[in-house]
C-alpha cells in the first residue's frame, strides 16, 4: 500500500492487475462521474445509490492502482491520472461496443439492411443480391437526407446509398454516378423561360437554408466562388414538403438534383438547368473495415447496376 499525496493512505496496491482485468462497468461508472462532474447525478444517471457509485470508483481505482477523482464541496474532479484515463477509458467503452455490434453481425451473415434516401432507387441492386443470395435476408429502408452517416454507425443499416455531401469520417464511400444540379422555382418566377441560367442569375435571390452547415455550403454554394454569401433564405426546420410548399409560394428558390422532378408532381414548380456548378455525387457507403460477404457483394452490384437516371424516366420525388 502507498501514500496518496494528501498524506492518507490509498487504497489501491502497488503492482496494479493487468489492464484486461478491468471491468468495463466499473470504468463506464467512471466515465459518467467524469462527465457530470457530480457523484449524485452520475448516480441518478447510473440508477444507483451515490454509496454504490462510491464503491465502483473505489474498486475501479484498486484495479488502476491510481486515485481517478477527488471530491470537493463542488463536487467531483478528475485527479492527474484521472485526466490520462479518461480518453483511453472512453475509447475502450467504444471499442467494447464495436466489438460486441460485429461479432452479432458476423454471427447474422445472412443479414444486411440497405439504407436509401430520397430520389435514388436501388432496387436494381437489391434484386441482383436477392437472386445471387436467396438465403440473405435483405432489407431496404428509407433514411432522412441527413441521417446516413448516424445509421451506419449506429448501425441501423449496413448499407446507405446518399447523396454528398455529409461526414465521411469512419465511414468507407463509393462514388456510384454524378446528378446535374438544377433551379427549383415557382411557375410565375421571373426566370421560368430561360435554357438555363447561372449563379449570377440568382446572386440576389433567397435560397432555402437549413441547420446543416456542410448541406448549405453545397446546395446554396454558400460562399460563391467570389467569396460573397449566398443570399438567406427561409430555415427549413420541418420536411421537405414544408420547403416545396415555402417555394411553391415564392418566398425562395432552391437548388436540387436534376432527378427532383417536382413539376411532375406539382404543376406550379419548375426546374431549370443550373450552368456553372459541380454536379452531386450519388454515393454508397459503409462503415469502414466492414468486409461482410454481403456488404462486399452489394457494393459489386450498386457499382454494376446504380447509374445515373435515364433523363427521360418518370422519376419523380422530394428535392435533396
Known amino acids: 500500500m502507498r501514500r496518496s499525496a494528501r498524506g492518507y493512505a490509498a487504497d489501491v496496491p502497488d503492482s496494479p492487475p493487468p489492464a484486461q ?3 468495463l462497468k466499473l470504468v463506464r461508472c467512471f466515465t459518467v462521474v467524469a462527465e457530470q462532474r457530480h457523484f449524485g447525478r452520475a448516480a441518478t444517471a447510473l440508477h444507483l445509490t451515490a454509496s454504490s457509485l462510491s464503491r465502483q470508483i473505489s474498486r ?3 484495479l488502476v ?7 470537493t464541496p463542488q ?7 484521472g485526466e490520462v484515463f479518461l480518453p483511453l477509458a472512453t475509447a475502450l467503452l467504444r471499442s467494447a461496443h464495436q466489438a460486441t455490434a460485429r461479432a452479432r453481425a458476423a454471427a447474422q451473415p445472412a443479414r444486411i439492411t440497405i ?3 430520397a430520389n435514388i432507387i436501388v432496387t436494381p441492386a437489391l434484386r441482383e443480391l436477392r437472386r445471387r443470395h436467396p438465403d440473405a435476408e435483405v432489407r431496404s429502408v428509407h433514411l432522412p437526407w441527413n441521417e446516413p452517416r448516424a445509421a451506419l454507425l ?6 446507405a446509398v446518399a447523396r454528398l455531401p455529409f461526414p465521411t469520417d469512419k465511414l468507407h464511400v463509393t462514388v456510384l454516378y454524378d446528378e446535374p444540379r438544377v433551379l427549383l422555382v415557382p411557375m410565375d418566377h421571373r426566370l421560368v423561360g430561360k435554357e438555363s441560367v447561372t449563379l449570377d442569375d440568382i446572386a440576389d435571390e433567397p435560397l432555402s437554408r437549413t441547420l446543416d452547415p456542410i448541406w448549405n455550403a453545397f446546395w446554396r454554394v454558400d460562399p460563391r466562388p467570389d467569396g460573397r454569401p449566398a443570399p438567406d433564405g427561409p430555415l427549413i426546420e420541418g420536411t421537405v414538403e414544408d420547403k416545396i410548399e415555402l417555394i411553391a409560394g415564392g418566398q425562395a428558390v432552391a437548388i436540387v438534383p436534376a432527378v427532383a422532378r417536382i413539376n411532375s408532381l406539382r404543376p406550379d414548380l419548375t426546374t431549370i438547368p443550373l450552368e456553372g456548378v459541380e454536379p452531386s455525387h450519388v454515393v454508397l457507403a459503409t462503415r469502414a473495415g ?3 460477404r454481403l456488404v462486399t457483394a ?3 452490384y450498386a457499382e454494376a447496376h446504380l447509374t445515373a437516371p435515364d433523363p427521360g424516366s418518370p422519376e419523380v420525388g422530394p428535392p435533396a
Open 21 to 23: 482485468d478491468l471491468d
Open 60 to 62: 475501479l481505482e484498486q
Open 65 to 71: 492502482g491510481a486515485q481517478l477523482l477527488d471530491r
Open 75 to 81: 463536487g467531483s474532479r478528475l485527479t492527474e491520472a
Open 115 to 117: 439504407g436509401y434516401i
Open 154 to 159: 449506429d448501425h441501423r443499416v449496413d448499407v
Open 290 to 292: 466492414d468486409h461482410g
Open 298 to 300: 452489394f457494393r459489386r
